[in-house]
């Protein structure tokens, strides 16, 4: 430790952490004692916004509460080092390895990441708040509890069985990253950008995805009960929400994307939780129909159809009335509710009755 370390903030000198960084490299290697080796610790110091520490090896650190803000660190080994309350605002650590890092409370706000290894990290409410973690940024099950990612850049990153669960992804640009596997309950990925993304068995219970563009992704096996959708935008690649049911999916590239109600809307409220069957067979109506599925509503169990032709509208809901398929409360359209859907036993008695 350096001598005098304290915890009110105090501006380090470069002399002394080249030296303290010498003692540590020596305590990394398994010397002991005196001035032969000696774990850096860095808590409550200020780094120089203009030092260059590439390269440099700062495994198993303790930076706690350290501000470490605009140093250029690409290519550090940062492994298992202690970051929690650091501030590395602007902090250059393209190609880093982070990998079980701590790195609770961290402050990475506009941080370059590209590339960096974050493997098994953890870092609950850590802020990388437009960050950049590009360039196959490497994320594998890091814990990331009600992380702030607003903005970031996790194009192409690999997330899979990361646990982020409640943390705010709000308009993050996460394109053709991986997310298999991983926990986003309650997550907010309102705006956010996921073409083409790996979502496959990832719990989504409960995540706000309002305005999200999920084109192309992959969500077999994805939980979504409780999932915000409305603006929603989704190109169904492989079979999205219907796991690996591959004969009743709906085919390849079925239209999810919202577009405006231009002059009709037709709302189904469904007796139980869409699942599986009923998301199938309410995919290859509005195929048929030439509508367009706006969102899903997992809470309600409702699904918002929309499209130019009210006339369509009214036929395909006149159809979903008829129809044998899964149960429906009423269908509805804004300001009244057109049908009240009564059980197909009953409507064939009723049939019945009418021709006799």
Request: hydrophobic fraction near 45%; charged fraction near 25%.
């Amino acid at each position: 430790m350096l001598p005098g370390a304290a915890t009110t903030m105090i501006d380090l000198d470069e002399d002394r952490f080249w030296l303290a960084l010498s003692r540590h490299r020596a305590w990394l290697s398994g010397k002991t004692g005196g001035a032969a080796g000696e774990r850096l610790v860095l808590r409550g110091y200020r780094l120089g916004r203009d030092w260059n520490l590439a390269e440099v090896d700062l495994r198993r650190a303790d930076l706690r509460g350290a501000d470490i803000s605009g140093v250029f660190l690409n290519e550090a080994r940062l492994e298992r080092a202690d970051l929690r309350q650091a501030r590395l605002r602007g902090a250059g650590l393209g190609g880093a390895d982070l990998s079980g890092a701590l790195l609770a409370g961290c402050d990475l706000v506009d941080a370059n990441l590209y590339g960096a290894v974050l493997e098994k990290a953890r870092g609950a409410a850590v802020c990388l708040h437009r960050a950049n973690l590009g360039g196959q940024a490497r994320l594998r099950g890091a814990r990331l509890e009600r992380a702030d990612l607003r903005g970031a850049n996790l194009i192409d990153a690999d997330l899979r069985r990361s646990r982020l669960a409640q943390a705010n992804l709000r308009g993050a640009r996460l394109d053709q990253a991986c997310l298999a596997e991983s926990d986003l309950r309650g997550a907010c990925l309102q705006g956010a950008s996921l073409v083409g993304v790996d979502l496959e068995g990832c719990d989504l219970e409960t995540a706000d995805l309002r305005d999200a563009d999920l084109s192309h992704a992959l969500l077999s096996g994805a939980k979504l009960d409780g999932a915000r959708t409305r603006g929603m935008r989704s190109l169904m690649a492989e079979a999205a929400f219907l796991g690996e049911d591959r004969e009743h999916a709906p085919a390849r590239d079925a239209n999810l994307n919202l577009l405006p109600a231009e002059s009709g809307e037709l709302r189904l409220v469904y007796a139980a939780p869409l699942g599986e069957w009923e998301l199938a067979e309410l995919l290859a109506w509005t195929r048929q129909a030439g509508v367009v599925l706006e969102s899903i509503d997992f809470v309600e169990a409702a699904a918002v159809l929309v499209g130019p032709d009210p006339a369509a509208l009214e036929t395909l809901g006149e159809r979903l009335a008829a129809g044998s398929g899964p149960a429906l409360l009423r269908i509805e359209t804004p300001g009244r509710t057109l049908w009240p859907v009564v059980p197909a036993a009953r409507r064939r008695a009723a049939g019945a009755t009418g021709k006799a």
